[in-house]
């Protein structure tokens, strides 16, 4: 079905369907009138987990591509249906009480701000923007509107993570001086930009899934969908990808806010891909869990992280997990490394190097482990008592179930019940971190010196990248 045929057939369901029954839902029964943009692939898990919330009224889906909204639309026939999320913003102003945001990054910003101009509340996928300067921007309408948000860092509110943190600041390694983290994917690009031009499928709207970015010719295979992420103009490269999820429980746990200098040791890119293989330090200002500064070091690519004496395991081994030649990882919606055999490093993860020893958070739903001289170090004891103090209940290591619970999150918080624990005001100083290690990748092994006051380097010719201009489309 091409973009014509979806919306005429759709049109005859959603006019009739929506406006009557969605004012009367809300009214008699508190429900969430929720408004999707991006349906496909991380889109479709995302509406899936939202609309599992039973006080959950899915209203809108908007996509660019109309065999993934005529996908979702199956689902949900009774939502009106869009390409362009401007125009169902503006048709359905008051009949949208959320918004959910699940585009490639290069949308993030634009859609998100715009639904929050509007009042509305919003969960928008990580990482939150493409841009540092939307990020700021974002956390401020946020504040300023005392707006409900929350990231798309699903396993934020899992188990083990919440453990880590806990454990972590209750000193159980005293303070950390030292963060290593890593994955082995790569989503970089080590060549020219394609030349030419192919034809735009029927089912795509190219000039929208451009957006606010530069125009640009399609090319079959190279952006949509998913490629996005290799290219600087739409992606932020593995940091953006797996980064975000794999720092945000050190990041939350030693309650760090921006970097103070970083540096990433990577190729030099030609400005159209992003490098492969980024090994990125920051120094962070120390916090109350931290020595008087922290530093963290970032590996990505494949047979990532290299040797290391920190990341040496009790019996010798320095490398395990299951990683694929081209560094890519077996997993479910690109978040689980495999489970790493016993005394094996997990293909993706973060290793605390503190006064009183080490703690290894494999990525994701295995319990972090204390080595302290070498040697594992029982800690049964201390998870009980922290999972006791702060009722985490029991360890639940089934995605499936655990998943949809940070969305549920948002639409509780929606609906004044409690609050969201990835609110914009975090998400946005995690991603600023990951962005400004994606920006030193276009001047690699160069320290840049940054000032979270300003938001600006010392450097200013990396200024330049912190923002982008927005075309009219
Ligand atoms: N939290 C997680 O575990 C997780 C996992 C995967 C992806 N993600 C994030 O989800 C987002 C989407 O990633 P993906 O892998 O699904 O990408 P994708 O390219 O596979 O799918 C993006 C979807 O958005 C649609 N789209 C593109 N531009 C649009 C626009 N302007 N308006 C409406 N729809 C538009 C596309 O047609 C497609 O349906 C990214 O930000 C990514 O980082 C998060």
Redesign the pocket.
């Given at each position: 079905m091409n973009k014509r045929e979806f919306l005429k057939s759709a049109a005859a369901v959603s006019s009739f369907a929506l406006l009557p029954n969605a004012a009367w839902a809300f009214q008699k029964g508190k429900k969430l009138r929720t408004a999707h943009?991006?349906?496909?692939?991380?889109?479709a898990e995302d509406l899936s987990a939202i609309s599992s919330h039973n006080a959950v009224d899915v209203v809108a889906l908007?996509?660019?591509?109309s065999v993934?909204l005529s996908k979702a639309h199956k689902l949900h026939p009774g939502a009106r249906v869009f390409f362009d999320?401007r125009t169902m913003l503006n048709e359905m102003g008051d009949e949208i009480d959320a918004v959910i945001v699940?585009?490639?990054?290069h949308?993030?910003a634009p859609?998100s701000l715009m639904a929050m101009e509007m009042n509305k509340p919003v969960y928008c996928?990580?990482?939150l923007t493409h841009y540092v300067d939307e990020s700021r921007k974002m956390m401020k309408v946020a504040k300023e509107k005392n707006l409900v948000t929350q990231m798309?860092?699903?396993v934020h509110s899992f188990y083990d993570y919440r453990l880590a943190t806990l454990l972590i600041q209750s000193g159980i390694i005293g303070k950390v001086h030292t963060v290593h983290a890593w994955s082995p994917k790569s989503w970089g690009y080590n060549g020219e930009e394609p030349q030419g031009e192919d034809p735009v499928p029927d089912q795509?709207d190219w000039n929208?899934?451009l957006?606010t970015s530069k125009e640009r010719p399609y090319k079959e295979g190279y952006y949509?969908?998913?490629n996005?992420r290799k290219v600087m103009d739409y992606g932020c490269g593995t940091l953006?990808?797996m980064g975000v999820?794999i720092f945000d429980t050190p990041y939350n746990a030693l309650n760090l806010d921006v970097p103070l200098t970083i540096k990433n040791d990577c190729r030099k890119s030609n400005g159209f891909g992003f490098p492969e293989n980024n090994t990125v330090t920051y120094e962070f200002p120390g916090t109350e869990f931290t020595t008087k500064n922290l530093k963290w070091v970032w590996y990505d690519g494949p047979g990532m992280p290299p040797k290391h004496e920190d990341l040496i395991l009790p019996g010798g081994k320095t490398s395990g997990g299951k990683q694929d030649k081209d560094g890519s990882v077996k997993d479910k919606?690109?978040?689980d490394a495999g489970m790493a055999g016993a005394g094996e490093l997990p293909s993706q993860g973060a290793m605390f190097i503190g006064k009183k020893g080490r703690l290894l958070l494999p990525h994701f739903m295995q319990l972090p482990q204390k080595i302290v001289k070498g040697k594992y170090v029982d800690i049964s004891k201390e998870i009980a008592e922290v999972s006791k103090a702060n009722n985490l209940g029991e360890p639940i290591r089934n995605y499936d179930s655990e998943g949809p619970k940070h969305y549920h999150q948002f639409v509780d918080a929606c609906l004044g019940k409690g609050q969201t624990t990835a609110p914009f005001s975090y998400a946005g100083r995690l991603t600023e971190t990951i962005l400004l290690g994606v920006i030193a990748g276009r001047f690699p092994n160069k320290t840049l010196h940054y000032n979270a006051e300003t938001a600006k380097f010392t450097e200013e010719e990396a200024n330049q990248f912190l923002g982008g201009d927005y075309r009219d489309f």
């Open positions: 943009i991006g349906v496909g692939n991380m889109g908007c996509d660019v591509d993934n999320y699940s585009t490639p990054d949308t993030h859609a996928q990580k990482p798309g860092i699903q795509l929208l899934w957006g949509h969908p998913g996005w953006g990808d999820h919606i690109s978040l």
